[in-house]
């Protein structure tokens, strides 16, 4: 399972854990609460947060530009 997705399906547990007053016995239960929650706002476990798609971003242009200066370099084909 994805990293990203599990750290913010265990926070949003944890605050509504806590907004439900702490009870003990049902973490399972606010995990599915939180998945579902994260789900429905539409932040699945594909989603990713502002500085991940930065860094991705950031990857993707490297890979680009690689791309263009190789494929300028080569013959047209023929």
Known sequence: MDEAWQQRVRERAYAIWQRQGNPDGAA??????AEE???AEGQGPSHQLPEEQSDQAQDEAKIDNAINVSLSASDPPV
Do not use: K, P, R
Not at 28 to 33: K, T, Y
């Open 28 to 33: 399972e239960q606010f995990w599915l609460m």
């Open 37 to 39: 929650e994260l789900l």
